[in-house]
């Protein structure tokens, strides 16, 4: 109740406006973690050098969970205790959100999580009113991977996954897609979260003779797998779900085992200007990240704070949760520059972009 009265209650005009992230600033998601609250500081920082929302200055409280779904869990808790924060943006972890879904963390806190970093089925069905997404889920992408991979004629498909919801919503993303087409997986193998052990799954993998195999898997593990898979052998044909950062893969499997990945995106490719929503990003990366490359993590999360951005404009001076929440709702088919999300009392899922990237012969992503 008290967190309840504390979201129910309005910033005073002028004041800040407090947005809480609980990012994995350390252990084996650090890399992608830095590259989220990048992403969203670009255009936060940017929209207060402009004068602010209505004259209030966004201010950004970020916290470290290491990716662990117990510190999710508390430091949210922590934030949401507090009257000033009026909003959630851009967590990690399908596990840890879902962890503060089964507790009633986000209910009570009844303050709206925009741009969670996770396309976890379980976070979208059944419908909740807190989360709002701004890319497409796991679903949505294994099904566009698998099509791919039948197109080429290829029909015996293995998964390694994280032994997580996080793996779990993914498997059963290939799942879906395998069983509208009548085929069944070759081979499921996964990992223990927050680790590398990938050499059961190498081994398990490599024995079904897999013509692709579709991973469901954070930077770490996955690099481990692509190396370990690629030295014993191993010659299918690779793929990962969006939630990974190509250069850290190349950097860490060697670009001889990453070349011919490929990755499934949700958001449009950043490394070219074709949009005005990715020069608008290259540009703010350039005044207040000089020396930063483009990345999709850093880009979807920019795109994150752009809806954030437009929500706090829609609901006023000194916005309460419960009008954060209303004016979200109130954004159907908004252009984000050429990047385009539909909210509404009844959706929460804003995009379901999908293509597949390759990591190419340079170690660039290519479309």
């Known amino acids: 109740l008290a967190l309840a009265d504390a979201g129910a209650q309005q910033q005073q005009p002028g004041a800040e406006l407090v947005i809480g992230q609980v990012a994995p600033l350390s252990g084996v998601l650090a890399s992608t973690g830095e590259q989220m609250v990048l992403g969203g500081r670009l255009y ?7 004068g602010g929302v209505h004259g209030a200055r966004i201010r950004v409280k970020v916290v470290d969970d290491g990716y662990k779904v117990d510190e999710t869990v508390r430091l949210t808790r922590e934030l949401l205790a507090k009257p000033e924060t009026v909003a959630l943006f851009g967590f990690a972890g399908t596990a840890n959100i879902a962890k503060l879904l089964a507790d009633g963390v ?4 009844g303050a709206a999580l925009v741009a969670p970093y996770t396309g976890g089925e379980p976070l979208r069905t059944p419908f909740n009113p807190w989360i709002f997404h701004v890319r497409a889920g796991y679903g949505d992408e294994t099904e566009h991977m698998v099509q791919q991979v039948t197109t080429l004629g290829l029909k015996r498909i293995g998964v390694m996954y994280q032994d997580d919801a996080f793996g779990k919503a993914g498997l059963a993303g290939v799942h879906a897609a395998l069983d509208k087409r009548g085929l069944k997986l070759a081979a499921a193998a996964s990992y223990e979260r927050n680790t590398d052990k990938v ?20 930077n770490k593990p996955a690099a481990a797998f692509i190396k370990r898979y690629r030295e014993a052998g191993g010659g ?4 990962n779900i969006s939630v990974v950062d190509p250069a850290e893969l190349v950097k860490s499997a060697g670009l001889s085992n990453a070349r011919g990945l ?20 290259q540009q703010l990366l350039k005044k207040y990240a000089p020396g930063q490359e ?16 437009e929500a706090l404009r829609r609901a006023g001076p000194a916005p309460s949760r419960a009008r954060v929440v209303k004016a979200l709702e109130s954004m159907g088919n908004h252009d984000l520059g050429g990047v385009f999300v539909n909210f509404s009392p009844a959706n929460r899922i804003g995009s379901r972009y999908v293509e597949v990237t390759v990591i190419g012969s340079s170690g660039k992503l290519l479309k």
């Open 44 to 50: 936060f920082d940017w929209i207060n050098e402009q």
């Open 106 to 109: 986000l209910e009570r806190g």
């Open 199 to 218: 050499d059961e799954a190498v081994r398990a993998i490599k024995a079904s003779d897999a013509q692709a195999v579709i991973m469901i898997a954070v």
């Open 236 to 239: 299918a044909q690779l793929f």
């Open 262 to 281: 490929g990755i499934s995106q949700v958001v449009p490719y950043p490394y070219r200007p074709d949009l005005p929503a990715v020069r608008e990003y």
């Open 294 to 309: 483009p990345n999709y993590t850093s880009y979807e999360e920019f795109l994150g704070a752009k809806v954030l951005v």
